[in-house]
Protein backbone atom coordinates (compact mmCIF):
# COMPACT_ATOMS: atom_id res chain seq x y z
CA UNK A 1 0.00 0.00 0.00
CA UNK A 2 1.43 3.69 0.57
CA UNK A 3 4.65 3.74 2.08
CA UNK A 4 7.01 6.90 2.65
CA UNK A 5 10.34 5.56 2.95
CA UNK A 6 13.19 8.00 4.52
CA UNK A 7 16.72 7.50 4.18
CA UNK A 8 19.79 9.89 4.91
CA UNK A 9 19.82 9.60 8.83
CA UNK A 10 23.11 8.86 10.35
CA UNK A 11 26.04 10.10 13.19
CA UNK A 12 26.99 13.47 12.44
CA UNK A 13 29.50 15.79 15.10
CA UNK A 14 27.77 19.11 15.58
CA UNK A 15 28.15 21.67 13.28
CA UNK A 16 27.81 18.94 10.82
CA UNK A 17 25.36 18.56 7.91
CA UNK A 18 22.97 15.66 6.57
CA UNK A 19 19.91 15.21 4.50
CA UNK A 20 17.02 13.67 4.83
CA UNK A 21 15.39 12.10 1.80
CA UNK A 22 11.72 10.59 1.98
CA UNK A 23 10.19 9.06 -1.21
CA UNK A 24 6.58 8.10 -1.44
CA UNK A 25 4.50 5.55 -3.35
CA UNK A 26 1.43 7.48 -3.52
CA UNK A 27 -0.22 7.62 -6.82
CA UNK A 28 -0.80 11.67 -6.44
CA UNK A 29 2.30 13.29 -4.59
CA UNK A 30 0.64 16.87 -5.41
CA UNK A 31 -2.39 16.36 -3.19
CA UNK A 32 -0.04 16.44 -0.36
CA UNK A 33 1.50 18.58 2.03
CA UNK A 34 4.59 17.16 2.86
CA UNK A 35 6.83 17.44 6.49
CA UNK A 36 9.17 16.23 8.11
CA UNK A 37 8.37 15.86 12.00
CA UNK A 38 10.72 14.67 14.99
CA UNK A 39 10.79 12.95 18.24
CA UNK A 40 13.77 12.75 20.51
CA UNK A 41 14.21 10.68 23.50
CA UNK A 42 11.37 11.46 26.45
CA UNK A 43 9.74 14.52 24.46
CA UNK A 44 7.04 14.82 22.11
CA UNK A 45 7.06 14.53 18.52
CA UNK A 46 7.35 18.22 16.93
CA UNK A 47 7.13 19.25 13.54
CA UNK A 48 10.17 20.25 11.45
CA UNK A 49 9.22 21.74 8.39
CA UNK A 50 6.53 21.01 5.89
CA UNK A 51 6.24 22.12 2.10
CA UNK A 52 3.23 22.04 0.00
CA UNK A 53 3.26 21.25 -3.52
CA UNK A 54 3.56 24.67 -5.05
CA UNK A 55 6.50 25.07 -2.73
CA UNK A 56 5.43 27.36 0.54
CA UNK A 57 7.08 26.24 3.52
CA UNK A 58 7.15 26.76 6.90
CA UNK A 59 9.91 25.98 9.48
CA UNK A 60 9.96 25.69 13.28
CA UNK A 61 11.86 27.95 15.22
CA UNK A 62 14.44 25.91 15.93
CA UNK A 63 14.87 24.49 12.33
CA UNK A 64 14.65 27.98 10.50
CA UNK A 65 17.73 29.01 9.26
CA UNK A 66 19.67 25.85 9.41
CA UNK A 67 17.45 23.72 7.73
CA UNK A 68 15.73 23.57 4.16
CA UNK A 69 12.93 21.41 3.01
CA UNK A 70 12.26 20.66 -0.30
CA UNK A 71 10.39 18.27 -2.82
CA UNK A 72 10.96 16.98 -5.95
CA UNK A 73 7.04 16.46 -7.48
CA UNK A 74 8.29 14.44 -10.28
CA UNK A 75 10.12 11.39 -8.16
CA UNK A 76 7.76 12.08 -5.34
CA UNK A 77 10.48 12.48 -3.12
CA UNK A 78 10.92 15.47 0.04
CA UNK A 79 14.22 16.49 1.11
CA UNK A 80 15.47 17.72 4.84
CA UNK A 81 18.73 19.47 4.44
CA UNK A 82 20.06 19.87 7.74
CA UNK A 83 22.98 21.85 8.46
CA UNK A 84 25.01 23.59 11.67
CA UNK A 85 24.04 20.54 13.59
CA UNK A 86 23.37 20.71 17.46
CA UNK A 87 23.14 17.53 19.65
CA UNK A 88 19.39 18.62 20.40
CA UNK A 89 18.71 17.91 17.03
CA UNK A 90 18.97 14.55 17.96
CA UNK A 91 16.00 12.40 17.06
CA UNK A 92 14.42 10.16 14.89
CA UNK A 93 13.20 11.96 11.89
CA UNK A 94 9.65 11.27 9.95
CA UNK A 95 8.07 11.99 6.90
CA UNK A 96 4.88 12.98 6.72
CA UNK A 97 1.78 13.01 3.70
CA UNK A 98 -1.41 14.41 4.13
CA UNK A 99 -3.56 14.80 2.20
CA UNK A 100 -5.04 18.43 1.59
CA UNK A 101 -8.57 17.81 1.43
CA UNK A 102 -9.37 14.90 3.39
CA UNK A 103 -7.22 15.22 6.76
CA UNK A 104 -7.87 11.24 7.72
CA UNK A 105 -5.46 10.18 4.82
CA UNK A 106 -2.38 10.49 6.45
CA UNK A 107 0.73 8.54 6.20
CA UNK A 108 4.01 8.13 8.00
CA UNK A 109 7.29 6.59 7.25
CA UNK A 110 9.23 4.52 9.49
CA UNK A 111 11.86 7.47 10.97
CA UNK A 112 15.31 7.60 10.57
CA UNK A 113 17.58 8.11 13.07
CA UNK A 114 19.56 11.20 13.49
CA UNK A 115 22.37 11.53 15.79
CA UNK A 116 24.32 14.15 16.56
CA UNK A 117 27.37 13.63 19.10
CA UNK A 118 31.38 14.01 19.38
Not at 28 to 36: S, T
Not at 64 to 69: A, H, M, Q, Y
Not at 83 to 108: F, G, M
Request: glycine share 10%; charged share 15%; net charge positive.
Amino acid sequence: QVRLVESGGGLVQPGGSLRLSCTASLKNFNFYVMAWHRQAPGKQRELVASVTSGGTTYYTDSAKGRSTISRDNAKNTVYLQMNSLKPEDTAVYYCNARHYQIASVNYWGQGTQVTVSS
